[in-house]
C-alpha cells in the first residue's frame, strides 16, 4: 500500500472502529489464548501457574467434550445439506412468476426474524410429552395411529433430531433469501439459450441454475456450519445437554465450564478449539471460492 | 432445412400494447432474410415468437409446414445467435459448443467428431478449452455462431448478432456470416435495426415499423423503388428527401413542378409510376436520394438554390444539410399532409471533398432519373 497525503486522516478516521476491534475482540481472544495455557480457576486459593497444553490434553480426554464435538459434527453433517436442499426448494419455488410470491417470501422468512429463545419456548411446547403433544398427535394422524408418543426432548435417539428439525425450520428462510438473490442475478438470456440448445426443464436446472448459483451455495453452506458449531441457544433453553449428553455441543461444554463450575483456563482452551475449527472452515471456503473466480 | 412462414401473427402484451400487427411474411427454405426496423418496431418480439421464447397472440407460425404455436422453444430445432451470445460463462468454449448435442444425447465419439470440425471451421481450436470470459468480443461471437451450427438444426435466428462489436469487427463477421449461411444454405431469419447490415447481409429484407410490415423486396429494389415513404428515409444513409410538388401537364405531357422547376419526368419514371398520367394537379412528395443532388454548373436547364446549413466530411464523400425555399417532409411523418413538424433539411452527398462553409449559397441541380413520387399519404404511386 502506498501512502499519500490522504493516509493520516484515512488512519485517524478509522481508530474508532480499530480501537472498538482491538478492545472487543482482539484483546478478548488473545487473552483467552494465553488463560488456556494456565489453571486459572475462579475462587481458587491456590495460585495461577502456567501448565502448557495439559488444559487441551484434559479436554481431549473429556468424554463430555468429545461427545460435545461429536454431536456438533453429526448436527451439521445432517443440518446443512438438508437445510440447504429446503432453502434451495422454496427459493426456486419462490422465483416463480405467480401471484401470491411476495406473501410466501416473508412466510418462509418469519422464522428467522424470531428470536431463537422464543422459538425454542414455542418448540419445547410443539414436543410436549404425552399423546396430546402437538407434534406426537401429528405424527400419530400421519401414521393412522401407529405413532406411540415419545417425550421427545428426553429421548436419548430423538433429543437431537428433535433440535436439528428445529434448527432447520428456523435457518432455511435466511438461506432461501440468499439463494433468492443468487437466482435472481442469473441471466435470462442463459435460460432462453439452454432452451434453444433443447434443454429442458430439469436440464436447465442442472447445466445452468446450479452451476450459476455456485458461490451463493458455498456461501450458505458455510455459513450455516459455523452456526451449526456455535449451536447452544436450542439446548441451552429445550434440553441442558441432555438426556445423557445427547445434546451437549461445544459452546454448550464451554459455558457449562466457566459458569458453572469456574474453570476458565479449560474454558478458553474449548474457545480456542472452537476457534480453530471456524478457522479452518472459513479458509475452506475462501478456497472453494476462489477456485470459481478462477474459472469464470 | 425448412421455410418459415408467418401467417396474420399478431402479439399482444397483457398491458394491452400491440407489438406485431398481423404480419405475413415467409422466409423461403434456404434464404437468409433480413428483419430492419427501428427500435421498438417489433423485429425481436417477431424472431422470438419463431423461437418459441415468446408466445403468438393470433395467427400461426410455421415451420417446414407444421404449425409450431404450441411447441416449446427447446423441440421446435432451431438454432439461435443472441444478441450478447448467451454462453454458459462456467463452461469452457468446448463444453458451450457440445451442449447443444450432449442436450440431444448424441454418442460421444460423434460430439467430439463435430465440435472439432466447427471449432477448425471457425477457427476456434485454438480456444477450446477457454471459459467465455478469456476471449475478446469477436471470438464469443464466433463461438454463438459455432453453438448454432454444431447441430443440423431446421433454420438459424440471429437477434443483433453484431451490434456488440467494433465497427471494423462487424464488417468483417458480415461477410463472414454470409458466407457460411451461403455455403450451409440453411434457412435464416436475420434482426437488425441496421440498414446497412440489412442491405449488404439480406437475401431479401422485411422494413417493420410499428409491428406493421412495410415492404418485403431484394436490397436494390428497396433501395431504388421504396414502397411508402417510411422504407424511403430508413433505407439508404443518409435516407430519401422527400419534397412537397405538383403534378402538372405540359402539352399532353406529365410535368413535375417543383419550386420554380418544371421537370419533364424521363420515360424510366414514368413507366415505374404508370398512376401518374391521371393525376394532374395532385400534390405529391417527390423523394429524392442525397446522392442524386449534385452542384449545378452556370449553364444548367434547372437548378435550386440553397444555403449551407452544416456540412460533414467524410473524405471520400461531403454531406451538405441544405437549406431551400421547398417544403420537406419527415420520412417518419403519419400524416405528411398535416405534418407541421419543423421542415427538416434537405441532404446532400457530393463525392469528394468540398470547401463549403455554414451560410455558403450554392446552386443545386437534380438527378431526375431516379425520383420516387408518393401521393400525400405517403404510399408509392403506382
Sequence with gaps: MQASDQTPTALMLAIPALLGLALFILLPFLTALALAFTDLRLGSPLPVELVGLEQFRRIFSDADFLRALANNLLFAAVVVPLQTALALALALLLNQRLRGTVVFRTLFFMPVVFPMSLVAV?????????????????????????????????????????????????????????LLAGLQSIPQELYEGAAMDGAGRRQQLFHITLPQLRNPLIFVMLVTTI?????????????????????????????????????????????????????????????????????T | MASIIFDNVSKTYSDGVDVIRQLCLTVEDGELLVLVGPSGCGKSTALRMVAG?????????????????GI???????????????????MSVRRNLEFPLRMRKLPGREIKRRVERIAEMLDLTALLERKPKALSGGQRQRVAMGRAIVRDADAFLMDEPLSNLD?????????????????????????????????????????????????????????????????????????????????????????????????ILPEQVLTEHPGLQTRPGE????????????????????????RVHAVESLGHETILHLATDLASIASDATDPAA??????PLIAVLPGQHRFRPGDTLQLGIDIDGLRLFDMSGNAVG
Aim: charged share 20%; with cysteine; hydrophobic share 45%.
Design chain 2, 283 to 306: 400534390s405529391l412528395l417527390i423523394g429524392i436520394r442525397p446522392e442524386a443532388i449534385r452542384l449545378a454548373d452556370d449553364l444548367a436547364e434547372h437548378s435550386l438554390p440553397a
Design chain 2, 53 to 69: 421464447l415468446e408466445a403468438i397472440s393470433a395467427g400461426e407460425i410455421r415451420l417446414d409446414g407444421q404449425v409450431v404455436n
Design chain 1, 122 to 178: 414455542i418448540w419445547t411446547l410443539i414436543y410436549a410429552p404425552g399423546p396430546n403433544g402437538m407434534m406426537n398427535a401429528l405424527l400419530t394422524l400421519l401414521s393412522f395411529g401407529y405413532w406411540e408418543a415419545h417425550d421427545f426432548l428426553r429421548d436419548p435417539v430423538l433429543a437431537l433430531p428433535a433440535i436439528m428439525l428445529l434448527s432447520i425450520w428456523q435457518g432455511s428462510g435466511f438461506q432461501m433469501v440468499i
Design chain 2, 339 to 344: 405534418s407541421t413538424d419543423p421542415a427538416p
Design chain 1, 227 to 295: 452456526l451449526a458449531f456455535r449451536l447452544f441457544d436450542q439446548v441451552q433453553i429445550m434440553t441442558r445437554g441432555g438426556p445423557d449428553n445427547a445434546t451437549t455441543t461445544v459452546m454448550y461444554e464451554t459455558v457449562e465450564a466457566v459458569f458453572t463450575r469456574q474453570q476458565v483456563a479449560r474454558a478458553c482452551a474449548m474457545a480456542v478449539v472452537f476457534f480453530l475449527l471456524v478457522l479452518a472452515i472459513t479458509w475452506l471456503q475462501r478456497r472453494l471460492v476462489r477456485q470459481q473466480r478462477e474459472v
Design chain 2, 167 to 263: 465497427a471494423k469487427l462487424r464488417v468483417q463477421i458480415r461477410t463472414e456470416i454470409a458466407t457460411l449461411q451461403t455455403r450451409l444454405g440453411v434457412t435464416t431469419l436475420y434482426v437488425t435495426h441496421d440498414q446497412v447490415e440489412a442491405m449488404t447481409l439480406g437475401q431479401r429484407v422485411a422494413v417493420l415499423r410499428e409491428g406493421r410490415l412495410q415492404q418485403v423486396a431484394p436490397p436494390g429494389e428497396l433501395y431504388r423503388r421504396p414502397a411508402n415513404i417510411f422504407v424511403a428515409g430508413f433505407i439508404g444513409s443518409p435516407g430519401m428527401n422527400l419534397l412537397r410538388g405538383t403534378m402538372e401537364e405540359k402539352d399532353g405531357n406529365p410535368v413535375l413542378r417543383l419550386g420554380p422547376n418544371r421537370l
Design chain 2, 72 to 90: 416449446p422453444a427447446q423441440r421446435r430445432n432451431l438454432a439461435m445467435v443472441f444478441q450478447n451470445y448467451a454462453l454458459y460463462p462456467h
